[in-house]
């Protein structure tokens, strides 16, 4: 959306499509509340840069960091412009909190969260008569020229069932992360990794895949309110909630307030020495809080309302019960690699937020992801129009040959002979590979079981895959299209894990459990073996 406030504001005519209802679908509407900015006295971009780069485990290409540091606070106020609310106090001044790994307080605080910037950047979308938001859409192929250039894309419009082409003379994709390929995740359903599958069809490098963040404390039982995300941050903070984390055996195991990394590590330590608790986890408990009961329940209020007023209307009051909570996939830092202004390796292709890679290295900190979608959906709106600007209308061509391997494709997932699998069947499968595999703690061995396992599901279950169904809402259909992206996307991941013989940041490794001495990115592009390449480096900070 901010790509292509950006891009309209440039003078361009932008189409918005969204694989579901734009504004209620995907993943920033599930976002939390956090947008990382400067804004109290004393505190610097040299240091939310240096913080960064240390919190990312020295991973994060620093020219991308410091483009993040650098217009954050630009992008807070556009959004302000737009109607969407930080938390204040009554002076006026942003009331940010800390969160770990920030030198000093600079988590502004959204109302709302992300549906809350998501409303705003709407009523600002609705404001620019060139853009066309086009929801319920799949795109299937990016369309390019001769010289590679985009000209275009095939996608199935999901309210009539209908395969269609769109010309374009450039082509940002902001699909977001990866997550559904592991079967313990809190993203949306629709985090597939679809637009970067997309890049790597057209000839993009990818980078450091292998790097998915896992959230600490994702609820695991009850069941009821299994997958429900509660801020370690908040809980342990003692000027906050006051909780702790306690084992199976009911035991404190942390100390501090850790990064996200560091956290898993020490909960996935008390589960593998057999002291998680009963469903395989760890509790969180504020019924111990060191707060009083009344200054708690204000606590909630204030930091945690949504979990905690849903908590209760499911039977679970924070203050009285422990809840068991383990890690699951939450953020994906790998993806497509791009350069300052959002450029990819193909010319034509922009990239932004969560499918770009090489910007949160192997930790990503609270609060940079909602800013990154900012900074960089407004650079990959600007470049995408000085591209677009600078070419003559696409040719028909190429749209003509695309459309029909679209059909042909279309024709072939509903008409299946002899034995069949189901998509969700196949997901399911290949959801519980990667998780046993490639999950919180990964090995040579089981990395190269799960290339095995996944080729097989290639191979064999991906040709005998049908789609039944047709006309408007194709769920099945649609289901198809996704996993026949996510299983050789899931192929690439084993790939780079197995690449990179260190441990760093979530990454880790139980056969190289130490890091090299210099941080390297793995890159893949297709008819290459994966490559290490150099960090960029910029020297500045403290």
């Known amino acids: 959306m901010r790509a292509a406030i950006e891009a309209a504001r440039e003078g361009c ?11 209620r679908s995907g993943t920033t509407p599930m976002a939390m509340e956090s947008f990382q900015s400067v804004c109290i006295p004393g505190d ?19 020219n991308l960091i410091a483009v993040l540091v650098r217009e954050a606070g630009q992008r807070a106020k556009d959004l302000e412009s737009y ?24 988590t502004l605080f959204i109302q709302g969260g992300g549906f809350g910037m998501m409303a705003g950047l709407i009523r600002e979308v609705r404001k620019h008569p060139a853009i ?3 929801s319920d859409v799949f795109t299937i192929s990016l369309i390019q020229d001769r010289e590679g250039v985009p000209c275009g894309a095939t996608f199935l419009d999901l309210k ?50 292998e790097m998915l963040q896992f959230y600490p404390t994702i609820v695991i039982h009850p069941p009821a309110i299994r997958g429900t995300l509660f801020q370690y941050e908040l809980i342990v903070d003692p000027e906050v909630l006051g909780g702790r984390l306690l084992n199976g055996k009911g035991d404190p195991f942390l100390e501090g307030i850790p990064l996200r990394d560091a956290v898993t590590k020490a909960i996935w330590k008390e589960i593998q020495a057999g002291r998680g608790t009963e469903h395989g986890g760890v509790f969180i408990d504020l019924t111990h809080s060191s707060k009083t009961r009344p200054d708690l329940t204000e606590a909630l209020e204030k930091w945690q309302p ?10 679970f009051d924070l203050r009285d019960v422990r809840i068991e909570v383990a890690p699951h996939g939450h953020f994906t830092m790998g993806g497509i690699a791009v350069d300052e202004w959002s450029r990819t390796t193909v010319p034509g292709f922009f990239a932004a937020g969560e499918v770009a890679g090489n910007l949160h290295g192997a930790n990503r900190i609270s609060g940079n992801a909602l800013a990154e979608t900012q900074v960089f959906g407004a650079k990959a709106g600007s470049s995408a129009a000085a591209f677009a600007k600078g070419r003559g209308i696409p040719g028909t ?39 046993r595999r490639c999950g919180v703690e990964r090995e040579a061995e089981g990395l190269r079981r799960g290339m095995a396992e996944m080729a097989i599901i290639e191979k064999e279950d991906l040709p005998a895959m049908s789609a039944a169904g ?11 299209l996704e996993v026949r992206m996510m299983v050789p996307l899931c192929r690439l991941v084993l790939q780079s894990a197995l690449f990179r013989e260190e441990s760093r940041g979530h990454h880790m490794r139980a056969d190289y459990p130490l890091s090299h001495s210099t941080a390297k990115h793995v890159v893949l592009a297709r008819g290459k073996e994966p490559w290490a390449r150099e960090v960029k480096r910029v020297g500045r900070g403290r």
């Open 132 to 134: 066309h938001p086009l």
């Open 13 to 23: 005519r932008v189409v918005v499509m969204n694989k579901g209802p734009i504004g």
């Open 306 to 315: 949504n979990q905690f007023h849903y908590l209760k209307d499911m039977g």
């Open 397 to 435: 061509k190429e749209l003509l040959l695309e459309m029909k391997r679209a059909e042909t494709l279309l024709d072939r997932l509903g008409r299946r002979p002899g034995r069949l699998f189901r998509p969700s069947q196949v997901r399911k499968r290949m959801q519980e590979i990667m998780w």
């Open 160 to 209: 009539d069932g209908r395969l269609k082409t769109i010309q374009s003379q450039a082509v940002i994709l902001a699909t977001g992360g990866y997550e559904e390929l592991w079967s313990f995740n809190d993203a949306s359903v629709t985090a597939c990794g679809d637009g970067i599958f997309l890049a790597w069809e057209a000839g993009a490098e990818l980078i450091d895949l």
């Open 83 to 106: 109607g969407v609310h930080f938390k204040r106090k009554e002076d006026g001044t942003f009331d940010p909190m800390h969160h770990p790994g920030q030198t000093l307080p600079r």
């Open 44 to 62: 610097s971009e040299d240091l939310h840069f240096q913080d960064t780069v240390e919190g990312g485990r020295y991973l994060g290409d620093e």
């Open 470 to 480: 047709s006309g408007a809402y194709p769920q099945e259909l649609l289901d198809a």
